[in-house]
């Protein structure tokens, strides 16, 4: 399938299109895929990662639908990352010397050597995930059924990994409840999360050739914007742009890691506020409107947060300061007891400790308001026209 020794530079082409024997309605055009068996091929990007990757490369080969080849790109690594994974059997492609574009850059760089291999890209698809991942059994086998004409990428929902910390386990809850938001969206994605989504090859070819055209899509010269402090958001919305549909069914879960320390949490979720704040601005009217109503709506309740809890802590640090006491009316409490009834029910799931966290409200409260810091602080970078920084988290 792919030799073992990959091209140094592999050709640039044009998208190539599907061809068939008879003509079929919408021949031709990028949106047409003839129904032949889908070949996957996992690209895996890792720093320093030599204590998961095991597990990783695990979790694919317990798929009902194993990919039919498994690439793992070390990249600035200090460790034994790449020993450790060709010991586990997979194709390793170490990223020469330095990669200044970091998760992207390892991403790029795969795709750009195994190009040669993959004949018609139609008939080939990317799993992208995270070295820090597992995925349920049937991850693949569900996004390969969903990766029809017209669909550039499938992605999953995540959980938290098994935690030590209080924060931590807040986060686990935090992506119990997404789960819950994913299911309500009626199988459309959010967002083709990087830490585990399988795109069409032939989607992907496709917007890189807009990028280098630099009409439909921010000019550029691959397939994930090196630019992007969020590359997968970023990715998600250039595919919707192109006209592709994102979509993430049920039964697709990736477990990941949770931040369990403030300083990576604040790292993490900046860059993330910040970079989606500066995708939105990017593409503009260019997403569909679901999208634009869905990220501008997200936006706007995140600033409102922010506006509320600022008042919030304003009124009743003036209410003891001037009148020695907080004024408490009964009725006040009815919206806090619903409240506090929906965070318990939502993550009843999950077992005695995420009810308790939620019953007990304050956790979850000072949870809320480090989030919201973190967004102001993110708000206020973006209000400057500070880049910001990708660092792995």
């Known amino acids: 399938m792919i030799g073992s020794h990959p091209a140094e530079a592999p050709p640039r082409h044009a998208v190539p299109r599907p061809r068939t024997a008879s003509h079929a309605t919408g021949e031709g055009t990028r949106r047409f895929r003839p129904q032949r068996r889908l070949q996957v091929v996992a690209i895996v990007p890792a720093y320093n990662e030599a204590d998961a990757i095991a597990?990783?490369?695990?979790?694919?080969?317990?798929?009902?639908?194993?990919?039919d080849q498994i690439v793992v790109v070390p990249n600035n690594c200090t460790d034994d990352t790449a020993d450790v994974a060709a010991a586990h059997g997979a194709?390793?492609?170490?990223?020469?010397?330095?990669?200044?574009?970091?998760?992207?850059?390892?991403?790029?760089?795969?795709?750009?050597?195994?190009?040669?291999?993959?004949?018609?890209?139609?008939?080939?698809?990317?799993l992208?995930?995270?070295?820090?991942?597992?995925?349920?059994?049937?991850?693949v086998s569900i996004a390969a059924r969903h990766l029809t004409a017209g669909v550039g990428g499938v992605g999953g929902t995540f959980t938290g990994r098994e935690c030590h910390t209080v924060l931590g386990y807040l986060q686990r809850m935090e992506y119990h409840r997404y789960g819950q938001v994913a299911k309500r969206m009626g199988g459309r994605a959010h967002v083709l999360t990087g830490t585990g989504t399988l795109f069409s090859y032939g989607a992907l070819l496709d917007v890189r050739q807009q990028r280098r055209a630099g009409t439909l899509?921010?000019?550029?010269?691959?397939?994930?914007?090196?630019?992007?402090?969020?590359?997968?958001?970023?990715?998600?919305?250039?595919?919707?742009?192109?006209?592709?549909?994102v979509l993430s069914p049920q039964g697709m879960t990736a477990t990941t890691d949770v931040m369990e320390t403030v300083p990576k949490l604040i790292g993490?979720?900046?860059?993330?506020?910040?970079?989606?704040?500066?995708?939105?601005?990017?593409?503009?009217?260019?997403?569909?409107?679901?999208?634009?109503?869905?990220?501008?709506r997200q936006q706007v309740g995140?600033?409102?947060?922010?506006?509320?809890?600022?008042?919030?802590?304003?009124?009743?640090?003036?209410?003891?300061?001037?009148?020695?006491d907080v004024d408490f009316r009964w009725y006040w409490a009815l919206p806090s007891v619903i409240l506090l009834a929906e965070r318990v029910w939502s993550v009843w799931a999950m077992g005695w400790r995420a009810r308790l966290y939620a019953?007990?409200?304050?956790?979850?409260?000072?949870?809320?308001?480090?989030?919201?810091?973190?967004?102001?602080?993110a708000l206020a970078a973006f209000v400057r026209g500070d880049k910001g920084g990708w660092a792995a988290t």
């Open 91 to 126: 194709y390793v492609i170490p990223y020469p010397g330095h990669n200044p574009d970091k998760k992207a850059g390892a991403i790029n760089y795969a795709l750009d050597r195994l190009e040669p291999y993959l004949d018609d890209p139609w008939d080939w698809a990317i």
């Open 217 to 245: 899509l921010r000019e550029g010269q691959q397939f994930y914007d090196t630019h992007s402090l969020t590359e997968d958001n970023e990715l998600t919305l250039a595919l919707q742009a192109c006209g592709y549909q």
């Open 55 to 67: 597990d990783t490369i695990a979790s694919l080969r317990r798929q009902t639908q194993p990919p």
């Open 268 to 296: 993490q979720r900046e860059r993330w506020y910040l970079g989606a704040m500066r995708n939105i601005v990017q593409y503009g009217r260019l997403m569909p409107f679901h999208m634009r109503w869905t990220y501008w």
């Open 359 to 377: 019953a007990t409200f304050v956790p979850e409260q000072l949870y809320t308001l480090l989030l919201t810091y973190i967004y102001a602080k």
């Open 302 to 324: 995140l600033l409102l947060s922010a506006i509320v809890a600022a008042v919030y802590l304003i009124a009743l640090a003036v209410s003891l300061i001037v009148f020695g």
């Open 128 to 139: 992208v995930m995270d070295a820090d991942t597992t995925l349920s059994p049937e991850f």
